[in-house]
């Protein structure tokens, strides 16, 4: 506004055939910048004020000046916010209005270059807003986009730390209750298999210990140093079934893994064998296979548990399907005549990543 009304002060100086500037006419350049100060809040009829506003001003006589710089203001911040549709439609009523009002003062439309200004104004204004527009909405779905992003990287690796965290505690947990329970029955007829299974429990205990420490200490640092199953950690983890008091009978060979197929093999297999100590009824036998369907490991984990029935879906099962699906594979757990069995498919072709 200031710059309005010093630059119209000082024109007003060389334009001595127009009326001269009184409070009258100060006070009309005043009302006309005023509205801006709302014109994110009400952009429309801001535009329409300061438009009408500003034709009154250059239509009473008064010396002229930048008072357009005012409806250019609005009528920017109006294409930003309403968009070019809206703002071209207003823009091209507020000209035809000024036209008109000229015409009915007596004045006379004359095509020259004064005419043609005003269209490349209105062309410029809206043209300059919705570039602007365009930019912000662009920056504004890439900041979302990023935030998404963000957002699933994170959910992802929360799932994968609580998967880490249920498959090392749910294994080392059933291991220590069945070995408990073997203590507490055994205790006074065969203490020396009592202290066995205590001896097992330590054990037991002492390896979900250190895997939770190292668990712990990957959050803490964000460095990917955590334990890295792996198959070639099968004897230890098959043992710790028969120390449950399980059959164990394994036919084929995983053979050389990607990293990524080799980790979610284990735990899919840990997994199933904690499933069978805890859930299986009177098993005694647990069937773990392992083949090569052309790219394709197979891995069925199977036990002759009575009356298997189809499980709810729990933190175990649903961590090992999450396993084999980030894999691009499959996996069922189902009941079959005889037992249960776990079946899991997991791409070894592509998956060194």
Known sequence: ?????????????????????????????????????????????????????????????????????????????????????????????????????????????????????????????????????????????????????????????????????????????????????????????????????????????AAALADLRATVAVLRTGQGLGPAPSLRQLDELLEHTRTAGLEVRVQGSPGELPAPVDGAAYRILQESLTNVVRHANQATIVKVYFGRNGGTLELVVRDNGRGASQPSPGHGLRGMGERAAALGGRLTAAPVEGGFEVRAELPVKGANG
Do not use: C
């Open 1 to 205: 506004m200031a710059f309005v009304l010093g630059v119209t002060t000082v024109a007003g100086h060389f334009q001595p055939a127009k009326h001269p500037l009184d409070p009258l006419a100060y006070a009309w350049l005043a009302g006309a910048a005023l509205p801006l100060l709302v014109t994110r809040r009400f952009p429309l009829p801001v535009f329409v004020v300061v438009a009408g506003l500003t034709w009154g001003y250059y239509l009473s006589g008064y010396p002229g000046g930048p008072v357009v710089v005012l409806p250019t203001i609005a009528l920017f911040i109006l294409t930003r916010l309403r968009g070019p549709v809206v703002a071209g439609f207003v823009g091209v009523g507020g000209l035809l209005a000024g036209f008109a009002a000229y015409l009915a003062t007596g004045g006379h439309v004359v095509l020259d270059a004064r005419a043609a200004l005003f269209v490349v104004w209105l062309t410029a204004v809206v043209g300059i807003g919705t570039a602007v527009r365009n930019r912000v909405e662009a920056v504004r779905a890439a900041r979302e986009r990023a935030a998404e992003r963000q957002d699933r990287l994170a959910e992802l690796e929360r799932l994968r730390i609580a998967r880490e965290v249920h498959d090392v505690v749910a294994h080392s947990l059933a291991m220590i209750n069945v070995q408990a329970g073997v203590a507490a029955h055994v205790a006074d007829r065969r203490p020396e298999q009592a202290v066995e299974a205590l001896r097992a429990i330590k054990e037991a205990s």
